[in-house]
């Protein structure tokens, strides 16, 4: 059956993800680009409505053709669901009896649940002519797609990033969804390895391996910085998987150390305040400086105006930061943890144990004291890498062949 009884066009898919667009997950837009550059068709929809201030022209224009989900507010849902129960009973009896089982998982999120069920429903009606349903994130919008499947068999698949997913693969009931998507993609090999574990081995078959795709403005010209000045930077939502604390830490003690340096923040979050009054505190002020978010052409010109781009997570799957910044021909300095050594070693970067403020201050301080000529040969290696690995368009249509819409 297909969604609202109508037939799929072969070349017309649908992407469901919790927020889009949105400007720390611009890698869902280009992926989205690239698939239609084989020739599908792609909808968009998005659970949340976008921020209102996106700094990024592209994900303004995305916004103009994503539909909301929520925005149908809780009427239009609600009749929906009713609609839902009207036309297909057996098959919305299904799928509220899987919304019961996760509830039953997660009683504080019984709520949550249902109104997942509702969006279903209304998703389900508006998914005209589709044949697949591809979702981002493993955690509501796979949950979402998965009820859709329940409750039209319309095949779905989704791409799961980390680490949420893997911090609570039972709330989030990863083994079912595995088992009833068509394919699950992940964005390292580590993440695949993390699906296998929560998932039965009759399914490792439907794991597959995509890495996110890095933006034109990153790939296409040679990276061309002056990297004299002793500036580092971090790009990073401001939030607590990220370690940002630590970064001030080891900020402070390279003061302490009278070495000379300037750290940008690129970013915000709902650490903002926190971190600025820990600058404060540890006599920070002009030499660590918080931008806020800003446009993808203002986070290029700080990494090609810094020596290294600094990323200490805690958790992570594999951030396309660091691949912005390889591309750009500049070294990192991140956490060994998740995918990141899948790109990064000490032939583009220096890789510090996660929590240890003594290595990572270490690691900055080599990083200062390293020549320029060093910096470029590292920076060239990190960027070959980049262009071979995360290719945007060739990532777009290894996507578009699993989901078998080219």
């Not at 996106?54 to 053709?65: C, G, H, S, T």
């Not at 002519?129 to 509501?140: C, E, I, P, S």
């Not at 597959?208 to 990073?236: I, K, M, N, S, Y």
Request: charged share 20%; net charge neutral; glycine share 8%.
């Amino acid at each position: 059956m297909e969604a609202g009884g109508h037939e799929a066009r072969a070349n017309r898919i649908a992407y469901l993800t919790s927020q889009y667009p949105a400007a720390s997950h611009s890698f869902v837009r280009r992926e989205i680009h690239a698939v239609e550059r084989t020739g599908v068709e792609v909808l968009r929809f998005s659970v949340r409505r976008p921020a209102a201030d996106l700094p990024d022209p592209a994900d303004r224009r995305e916004a103009a053709a994503t539909r909301v989900v929520l925005a149908q507010g809780a009427g239009r849902l609600m009749a929906a669901t009713l609609a839902t129960v009207l036309r297909r009973p057996r098959a919305f009896a299904g799928a509220l009896m899987l919304t019961l089982q996760a509830a039953q998982r997660y009683p504080a999120g019984a709520v949550r649940h249902l109104a997942y069920l509702m969006e279903a429903c209304w998703l389900s009606r508006e998914l005209a002519g589709v044949r697949h349903l591809h979702a981002h994130f493993g955690t509501n919008p796979a949950a979402v797609a998965r009820l859709v499947h329940r409750l039209t068999g319309l095949p779905y698949s989704f791409t799961v990033h980390g680490p949420d997913e893997f911090d609570a693969p039972r709330e989030y009931d990863l083994p079912g969804k595995i088992a009833d998507a068509r394919a699950v993609v992940a964005i390292s090999s580590f993440g695949r390895s993390q699906l296998m574990r929560w998932s039965d081995p009759a399914h490792w078959g439907k794991l597959a391996v995509v890495r996110c795709g890095v933006d034109a403005l990153f790939t296409d010209e040679p990276p061309v910085g002056d990297r004299a000045a002793p500036q580092l930077a971090c790009v990073a939502r401001l939030s607590a998987q990220k370690g940002l604390p630590l970064l001030i830490d080891a900020a402070a003690r390279l003061v302490r150390d009278g070495v000379d340096f300037r750290l940008v923040l690129v970013g915000d979050g709902e650490l903002r305040a926190e971190l600025e009054a820990r600058i404060a505190q540890a006599g920070l002020d002009g030499r660590v400086s918080i931008t806020g978010m800003v446009a993808a052409d203002v986070v290029r010109r700080v990494l090609l105006e810094s020596r290294a781009m600094v990323l200490p997570s805690f958790a992570e799957g594999l951030p396309v930061v660091i691949m912005e910044s390889l591309a750009l021909g500049t070294p990192v300095v991140v956490s060994a943890i998740a995918g990141t050594p899948e790109l990064v070693d000490g032939e583009c970067g220096w890789l510090v144990p996660a929590g240890d403020v003594d290595a990572l201050a270490d690691a900055m301080r080599a990083v200062l004291a390293t020549d320029a000529g060093t910096l470029a040969r590292m920076g060239a290696v990190g960027r070959a890498r980049v262009l071979e690995m995360h290719d945007a368009a060739r990532n777009g249509a290894q996507l578009a062949r699993l989901v078998g819409a080219a």
